[in-house]
């Protein structure tokens, strides 16, 4: 089992920053990417931005230019730098992370965190 936990969220001005983190935890497992989504009110969850083992990023056309994914395998965790925040990116944000064991892919979700940005 990997355990995921999110940290970072808060309320934030328009035009300012936060930097969101995710760190997994657990037994025997190898990471082979992770990913920030978010939802929020009346909207689908949707992609953020991913990185993968070998650290290949994409993002969604929203936030490029603005948020910037990043991780450190050393500990499991990956991060999220936001700038240039905007109210329409007021969300729940969640983490993902697949993990591959005996070939297999296995994703695991943190429990979110609430970002707010008010205009």
């Known amino acids: 089992q990997v355990q995921v936990v999110e940290s970072g969220g808060g309320l934030v001005q328009a035009g300012g920053s936060l930097r969101l983190s995710c760190a997994a935890s657990?037994?025997?497992?190898?990471?082979?990417?992770m990913a920030w989504y978010r939802e929020a009110p009346g909207k689908q969850r949707e992609l953020v931005a991913r990185?993968?083992?070998?650290?290949?990023?994409n993002y969604a056309d929203s936030v490029k230019g603005r948020f910037t994914i990043s991780r450190d395998n050393a500990k499991n965790a990956a991060y999220l730098q936001m700038n240039s925040l905007k109210p329409e990116d007021t969300a729940v944000y969640y983490c993902?992370?697949?993990?591959?064991?005996?070939?297999?892919?296995?994703?695991?979700w943190g429990q979110g965190t609430q970002v707010t940005v008010s205009s």
């Open positions: 990185i993968t083992s070998v650290y290949n990023t």
């Open positions: 657990g037994s025997s497992f190898s990471i082979a990417s």
């Open positions: 993902k992370v697949v993990v591959q064991r005996t070939g297999t892919p296995f994703s695991y």
